[in-house]
C-alpha cells in the first residue's frame, strides 16, 4: 500500500494530517484516498480494535498516586524497582501493566493463546526494565488466574520497514480513528471502512485494581512502603 505512486517510506497519521514531508507530496485527494485504503488493508486483517480511556484525574490518584515505592535489601533488586517506579509515572508504561490481564483474557476466549505486546523502541535502558517487570508481572499473576499466561514482547522503531514497525504504524491509524469517536467528531473516511471502535472507559476502580497487582507483584520480593 505504500508502494503506490507516490511511494511512502512509512505511515504517520498526524504526519500526514499536517502534511509534514514526506507526506507532503499528495494531494489532498491522495492523502484521503490513502488513509482509505490503509484502513482498509487493517479491516481486512479483521482485528478486534478495543480503544481504552482513563481520565487523567483516576490516572493521577489511582496510577501515580498508587504505586508503592518497594524498599528491598537487595540492591540491584532495589535500583530495578526503583527504575519500573519512575517509568510508572508516565501513563502508557504504568498502563501496559493493566492491560496484560485485559488483553489476554480477551484474546484466550476459552482456549490459551499467547499475547504478544509490541512496544516503540526507543530507549533500550527503559525497554530492558519494562521487559523484566512485564515478564515478572505476568508469572505472579499464574497463580491467582489458574492459567498460564504466555507473553511475548516485541521492539520496533516506529518508523521502519519490518512487520512490527508496520504493525505500529497501523495503530496509529486506529489510535486516531479512536480519538475520533472519542471526540465525537462523527464517522469519516477512515472510520467507515476501519469499523467500529469499541472505546472501553477505565474507571477509578479498575484504575486502582491495576495498580494493587503491581503493588502486591513487588512486594514479593520485600517490602513496600509509601513514600
Keep these: 500500500m505504500l508502494a503506490r505512486r507516490p511511494a511512502l517510506p512509512?505511515?504517520?497519521q498526524d504526519a500526514a494530517l499536517a502534511r509534514r514531508p514526506p507526506f507532503d507530496a499528495l494531494s489532498n485527494t491522495q492523502l484521503k484516498r490513502r488513509c482509505a485504503a490503509l484502513a482498509a488493508t487493517i479491516r481486512e486483517l479483521d482485528p478486534t480494535i478495543v480503544a481504552l480511556t482513563m481520565s487523567a484525574a483516576d490516572f493521577d490518584t489511582h496510577v501515580r498516586g498508587g504505586l508503592l515505592i518497594p524498599q528491598q535489601t537487595d540492591p540491584v533488586l532495589a535500583e530495578r524497582r526503583l527504575a519500573t517506579l519512575r517509568l510508572g509515572q508516565r501513563p502508557a508504561q504504568a498502563l501496559h501493566f493493566g492491560l496484560l490481564p485485559a488483553v489476554e483474557a480477551a484474546a484466550q476466549r476459552g482456549r490459551p493463546q499467547a499475547v504478544r505486546l509490541v512496544i516503540?523502541?526507543?530507549d533500550a535502558a527503559r525497554d530492558a526494565e519494562l521487559d523484566?517487570?512485564?515478564?515478572?508481572f505476568v508469572r505472579h499473576r499464574v497463580p491467582a488466574g489458574g492459567r498460564e499466561h504466555l507473553l511475548a514482547i516485541g521492539h520496533a522503531p516506529r518508523h521502519g520497514t519490518g512487520a512490527e514497525s508496520r504493525a505500529l504504524e497501523a495503530a496509529d491509524l486506529v489510535a486516531w480513528a479512536a480519538r475520533a469517536t472519542l471526540d465525537g467528531r462523527g464517522l469519516n473516511r477512515v472510520t467507515r471502512v476501519l469499523g467500529a471502535v469499541e472505546v472501553v472507559p477505565v474507571g477509578a476502580e479498575q484504575a486502582k485494581s491495576w495498580t494493587d497487582a503491581v503493588n502486591a507483584y513487588w512486594a514479593q520480593d520485600g517490602i513496600a512502603q509509601r513514600a
Design 120 to 122: 516503540e523502541a526507543a
Design 10 to 12: 512509512y505511515w504517520d
Design 132 to 136: 523484566y517487570e512485564l515478564q515478572r
